[in-house]
């Protein structure tokens, strides 16, 4: 990334933290994945996983592009559901997902300049509308935050560490 313009570092990063979420979670069993591996806490892998799909489906087709879409994994009963992954949660379909919110993602965002407004909500504090490149910001420190998580989870279940 080193000499790269703006954008191109900002989607760098990105691309860095997505990769880094799924070598933490590469090799384990659907079981491990779903494993809340650090008491008292119900965090598991594959609740990183599933909550990062919701977050890039959330900020870039509902915020960026203002579409209107239900949640894949939560409900208006489980508003957290996607940090719940049940015995029959899958690595493959949580993946899967995953990737294809990326790859929307990465479309859409693609048909924006950073400065660009988005279309859907505003931000809370001030109303201003969020723009590509605040969209790119917080999802990098979104990833980050929840890779440092992942680091800890995946020492707790078979001791592996760095990226």
């Known amino acids: 990334m080193g000499d ?3 954008r191109e570092l900002l989607e760098g990063w990105l691309d860095h ?5 799924a070598l ?3 090799g384990l069993s659907d079981a491990q994945l779903r494993r809340p591996a650090v008491a008292p806490s119900g965090l598991s892998l594959l609740g990183l996983v599933r909550h990062l799909a919701e977050c890039e489906r959330g900020w870039f087709r509902e915020t960026l592009d203002g579409e209107d879409v239900p949640g894949i994994y939560f409900t208006d009963e489980d508003p957290d559901g996607d940090f719940h992954p049940g015995e029959d949660a899958t690595w493959a379909e949580a993946y899967a997902t995953w990737q ?3 790859a929307e993602a990465r479309r859409r965002a693609a048909a924006h300049r950073l400065d660009d407004a988005a279309a ?3 931000q809370r504090e001030t109303g201003r509308p969020f723009t ?3 969209i790119y910001t917080h999802m990098i420190e979104e ?3 929840h890779n440092g998580h992942a680091d800890l989870l995946r020492e ?3 001791g592996a560490t760095g990226v």
Do not use: Q, S, V
Request: include cysteine; proline fraction near 0%; charged fraction near 30%.
């Open 143 to 145: 990833y980050a935050r």
């Open 132 to 134: 590509l490149r605040w």
């Open 100 to 102: 294809a919110e990326i």
């Open 4 to 6: 790269a313009g703006e």
């Open 120 to 122: 859907g909500r505003g």
């Open 24 to 26: 933490k979670c590469a």
């Open 17 to 21: 933290h997505r990769a880094t979420l």
């Open 156 to 158: 707790a279940l078979d």
